[in-house]
């Protein structure tokens, strides 16, 4: 089955510094990585996602880059704002069967003000 | 958009009681919905895939016969948490599957079940 790898489990920056969070997967099957932001208490919630077909996507202050070769994908944030503190978990699944996704262990960010 | 409605978001219950969670996809119909798990500052754990109109299929260590699952329409499934003990206390989370081109799920916002 797949197996992802999430790193670091924490990242501490300063607002207006960069995060970045990097994730590898194993089954070469994987075709659909998502990224999803926790807040505390809160459920997941979709933030950007990237297919297969292509290597990198943008929106605003976030953006996910993916080398098929290596197997891993990437997220970054630029000019962090303290309400981008929470739990981030990157995933990745098949598509065309169910949405099953394999979830990293999370990496926890925190921005100082 | 797609919304997931979970209800309730925070329960406690008596140990031996029984604890109904609520998954609702509110704008799109989700034949399979999905229940994960996730204990404090851990990844989710799937419990369990729900299918609309059939049983649900239940990860390896999932005991069915304690986490009832009913996934009635085609925008409702339910989580029954039977005779729950304190070591039940968790986040139980669901999550909707929205089918299209790009087949994409969504999350509810999670049950917060205490178990005293």
């Known amino acids: 089955g797949e197996n992802v790898e999430q790193h670091p489990s924490t990242l501490s920056v300063q607002e207006g510094d960069s995060a970045v969070i990097k994730c590898t997967y194993s089954?070469?099957?994987?075709?659909?990585f998502p990224w999803y932001k926790q807040e505390l208490g809160k459920g997941p919630q979709l933030i950007i996602d990237?297919?297969?077909?292509?290597g990198e996507k943008k929106d605003q202050r976030i953006a996910v880059t993916l080398n098929k070769t290596a197997k891993h994908f990437s997220l970054h944030i630029t000019e962090t704002q303290p309400e981008d503190s929470a739990v981030y978990f990157c995933?990745?699944?098949?598509?065309?069967?169910?949405?099953?996704?394999?979830f990293g262990r999370g990496t926890s960010l925190i921005v100082h003000p | 958009g797609a919304v997931v409605s979970q209800h309730p978001s925070w329960v406690i219950c008596k140990s031996g009681t029984s604890v109904k969670i609520e998954c609702r996809s509110l704008?799109?119909?989700?034949?399979?919905m999905f229940w994960y798990r996730q204990f404090p500052k851990q990844s989710l754990m799937l419990m369990a895939t729900?299918?609309?109109?059939?049983?649900?299929?239940?990860e390896q260590g999932v005991e069915k016969d304690k986490f009832l699952i009913n996934h009635a329409s085609l925008t409702l499934s339910t989580l029954t948490v039977t005779s729950a003990h304190p070591e039940d206390s968790s986040f139980y989370i669901c999550?909707?599957?929205?089918?299209?081109?790009?087949?994409?799920?969504?999350f509810g916002q999670g049950t917060r079940l205490t178990v005293v």
């Open positions: 729900s299918n609309e109109g059939s049983k649900a299929t239940y």
């Open positions: 999550s909707a599957e929205k089918s299209g081109v790009n087949t994409e799920a969504f």
């Open positions: 990237i297919r297969s077909n292509v």
């Open positions: 089954d070469s099957a994987s075709n659909y």
């Open positions: 704008d799109f119909q989700a034949t399979t």
């Open positions: 995933a990745a699944t098949a598509s065309g069967g169910s949405y099953i996704p394999t």
